[in-house]
């Protein structure tokens, strides 16, 4: 079960930066003035106890100013600021939401609308969906699922289920939730083609496509 998480405040925030994720990988993270960037990493731990962030399949970054105590893999939202070397300060932060991924079972959807932005992501083993759904006033959880083995001849094709549990359908807001999918057959290192399928707000299916490697 997930909580509602309306991102309001956080939408405002991303609003403010210049630069995001995709920007990153379009810069010279070894210029010698530093860049600001909002971005989705993993939050990881090295051999020696360093904490450092993963941000894509190849590039690492080593924050000098993460004050949390490392409690195993886990995707934040973050502002950054990059230096020579990969070093960054952390601006500010916001953890994820873990949605639950299961091997097989029941693809029925209340309808979510999925957008594609670079939040949208298929990276170090994780999806992460960028989501839009109606949601009530009050506290009701709403369940977030991703499904596989709905299509035997394809492993790498999953389903994105979100239930309102009987919540009230009184406004549309924007969140988000990720997903461990290390789990799905080991690609060897190379990208394979990955599909997710979802019913949106109107009832229509609807298809993304990513590629994906397996966590390394």
Not at 36 to 49: C, F, L
């Amino acid at each position: 079960m997930v909580y509602k998480q309306l991102l309001y405040g956080l939408a405002s925030l991303i609003l403010l930066w210049s630069c995001s994720k995709e920007g990153f990988r379009q810069s010279d993270p070894s210029a010698a003035a530093p860049d600001e960037y909002s971005a989705i990493v993993t939050v990881k731990q090295n051999a020696s106890g360093s904490v450092f962030f993963q941000l894509d399949d190849e590039t690492r970054l080593f924050p000098t100013n993460y004050a949390q105590p490392y409690n195993g893999m886990q995707r934040i939202m973050c502002g950054l600021r990059v230096y020579r070397q990969n070093s960054c300060d952390v601006l500010w932060m916001d953890f994820l939401e873990k949605g639950e991924f299961v091997k097989a079972g029941n693809a029925e959807s209340d309808g979510a609308d999925i957008l594609s932005d670079w939040m949208t992501s298929v990276e170090d083993g994780f999806l992460t969906v960028h989501y839009s759904a109606w949601w009530g006033d009050g506290d009701v959880e709403h369940t977030l699922r991703l499904v596989s083995g709905k299509n035997p001849d394809n492993p790498y094709e999953l389903w994105f289920c979100h239930g309102s549990n009987g919540d009230a359908s009184s406004r549309k807001a924007d969140a988000l939730v990720y997903f461990d999918i290390n789990s799905l057959p080991s690609t060897g290192g190379d990208y394979v083609p990955l599909t997710l399928k979802w019913q949106n707000c109107a009832g229509e299916i609807a298809t993304k496509n990513f590629r994906f490697r397996s966590r390394q």
